[in-house]
């Protein structure tokens, strides 16, 4: 193939984010994980996977919550993190979490 190609330089401004930083709180069987605010996020993404389970990472589209709340079956134990969206394009991962719902402290 012969020829030549005119090739545009296409400038996209996407916000670099950067990744949430993560609160946990177990009390018993109830769990709340918070994490800040990223400048230039217009929402969250949620991303959970059972403890010691061969099972494939479940996420929730957060909206512009962060935060989630709940109680968990005794027994259960989780890996969570969090990452900010913007324009679609996701951001880092925050620092990874784990917990285990009415576990001896």
């Not at 027994?75 to 001896?104: D, L």
């Amino acid at each position: 193939m012969t020829g030549a190609f005119d090739c545009a330089k296409l400038n996209i401004d996407l916000p670099l984010l950067e990744a949430p930083v993560p609160t946990l709180t177990v009390d018993g069987l109830d769990v709340a994980i918070t994490w800040t605010s990223v400048e230039g996020a217009d929402g969250y993404k949620f991303h959970y996977v059972p403890y010691l389970l061969v099972e494939p990472t479940a996420s929730e589209e957060m909206g512009n919550r962060t935060g989630i709340s709940g109680s968990l079956p005794l027994g259960s134990a989780y890996y969570v993190v969090a990452r900010a969206v913007s324009r679609g394009m996701e951001g880092p991962f925050s620092n990874v979490e784990h917990f285990v719902p009415g576990a001896e402290k």
